[in-house]
C-alpha cells in the first residue's frame, strides 16, 4: 500500500526559507529554445518561388535542456548555482551564456569550445485570423560526433572542482553526442559517494551508481523491462517499479506520473506525492526540468524525500501554465499554488 504524503504549510516554508543557504551544481547539456512567430496575414506570394515567406514579427529565447534546469534553479534564490557544460563558438552559444551572464549566473564553468556544435530548437510558429498558432517542423542544431578526449577532459575537470563548493549535483543526461559520456559518468558516480546527486536522463539512468534517478512512468517501465506499448500502469505498479529500482541501486528512486503526482520509492516503501490537475490551457514543455530543479533544491535544504517530491510538484504545477515557453518557477509563485491546491486536497 502506498502512503500519500500531502506538504504541510510549515514544511513549505521551512524549504523557501532554507533555499538561499544552499549551494547546487548541475552538469548537461545547454540548449536553445528559439521561437519565431510569423503573422502569415503579412505574406504575400514570393516572385522567385512559388512560397509564402513567413514573415517573423516576434523572437523568443529561453535556455532549454540542462539550461532550463539551471534557469528553474536560478528561480528558487539559491545562495549559488554553478552550472557545469559545454558550448560551441556560435551564436547559439553566444545567446546562452549572455543569457546566463545578464541574469546574474556563474558561467565559470560554462565552457566554449570551437569543436563543439550548441544544441538549439528552433521553431518557426505560424499565426493568422484566428487563435490558432501553428507549428511548422523545427530546424535542430545538435552536436553530431562524440565529444572529444580534450573536452572531456576540460568538462570532468569543471566539474571536479565546482562540486567541492556544492550541497548537491544535478545531472541532465538527455543527448545522444553531448557532454555526458561514459568518463563523466563515471566522475559523477564517484562524486555521488560524498554528496547527493540526482540523474534525469531519457535511456541513460542505469548507466550510473550511487545516484537518485528521476525517471518518468514510461522511463520507469523501460528500465524495469516492461513493454511500454500502450503503456497504462496504476500508481501501485509503478510504485514496485520504482522500488525494484531502488533495491538495484542500493539508493533511492523518484518516478514522475504528470497529473497523477512523484511516487518517492526508498528502502522497500512507496510514498505518493499527489499534485492538482491544472485545468485547460497547459503546456507541458520543460515541466520535468522544472520538477527536477525545485525537487533538487528542497532536498538539499534537508527536506525528506517525499517532501521535497512535494515541493517539485508545486513548481510544476506552476510552470504548466505558462503557455509557448519553458518557464520558471518563484519562491512566490510556489506559495501561491500551495494555497490554490491546499484546497482541492
Known amino acids: 500500500m502506498i502512503k500519500t504524503n500531502y506538504l ?21 547539456d545547454m540548449c536553445l529554445d528559439y521561437y519565431l512567430y510569423a503573422d502569415m496575414k503579412l505574406s504575400s506570394l514570393s516572385r522567385e518561388t512559388p512560397h509564402y515567406p513567413l514573415p517573423v514579427v516576434k523572437e523568443v ?29 556560435d551564436w547559439r552559444g553566444v545567446i546562452l551564456k549572455n543569457f546566463f551572464k545578464e541574469n546574474g549566473f556563474e558561467t565559470k564553468y560554462i565552457l566554449t569550445s570551437d569543436s563543439f556544435t550548441t ?17 511548422d517542423p523545427r530546424l535542430d542544431f545538435e552536436n553530431r560526433e562524440p565529444l572529444d578526449k580534450e573536452n572531456e577532459e576540460r568538462i570532468i575537470n569543471a566539474l571536479n572542482e565546482a562540486v567541492k563548493k556544492a550541497d548537491i549535483l544535478v ?40 545516484v537518485i534517478i528521476k ?15 500502450g503503456l497504462d500502469l496504476s500508481a501501485e505498479q509503478l510504485s514496485q517499479i520504482g522500488i525494484k529500482l531502488s533495491n538495484g541501486n542500493h539508493r533511492p528512486v523518484i518516478v ?9 520509492c526508498d528502502k522497500g516503501k512507496a510514498s505518493l506525492a499527489p499534485t492538482v490537475k491544472a485545468e485547460d490551457p497547459v503546456d507541458f514543455v520543460g515541466a520535468g526540468d522544472t520538477f527536477l530543479a525545485a525537487f533538487c533544491c528542497a532536498f538539499a ?5 517525499e517532501d521535497a517530491a512535494a515541493f517539485a510538484n508545486l513548481a510544476s504545477g506552476v510552470t504548466v501554465k505558462k503557455i509557448g515557453t519553458t518557464g520558471t518557477a518563484s519562491k512566490a509563485e510556489i506559495a501561491v499554488k500551495f494555497a490554490e491546491n491546499i484546497k482541492k486536497w
Do not use: H
Request: overall charge neutral; some cysteine; proline content about 4%.
Open 301 to 305: 535544504t534537508g527536506a525528506k524525500g
Open 256 to 264: 514522475t506520473m504528470g497529473e497523477k503526482g512523484a511516487l518517492w
Open 61 to 89: 529565447i529561453s535556455p532549454g535542456g540542462g539550461g532550463n534546469v539551471v534557469n528553474n534553479i536560478g528561480a528558487l534564490k539559491v545562495k549559488k548555482l554553478l552550472p557545469v557544460s559545454l558550448v560551441g563558438n
Open 171 to 210: 545531472v541532465s543526461d538527455q543527448m545522444k553526442n553531448g557532454i555526458i559520456t561514459p568518463k563523466v559518468r563515471q566522475a559523477v558516480s564517484f562524486i555521488a559517494e560524498e554528496i547527493p546527486v540526482v540523474v534525469d536522463s531519457r535511456e541513460n539512468a542505469g548507466l550510473y551508481k550511487n
Open 215 to 229: 525517471p518518468n512512468e514510461v522511463e520507469a517501465a523501460y528500465m524495469a523491462g516492461k513493454d511500454i506499448t
Open 8 to 28: 504541510t504549510e510549515q514544511t513549505l516554508n521551512k524549504i523557501l526559507d532554507r533555499l538561499s543557504d544552499i549551494t547546487v551544481c548541475t552538469i548537461g
Open 119 to 135: 544544441t538549439c530548437y528552433c521553431k518557426p510558429m505560424r499565426m493568422g485570423i484566428s487563435d490558432i498558432i501553428y507549428e
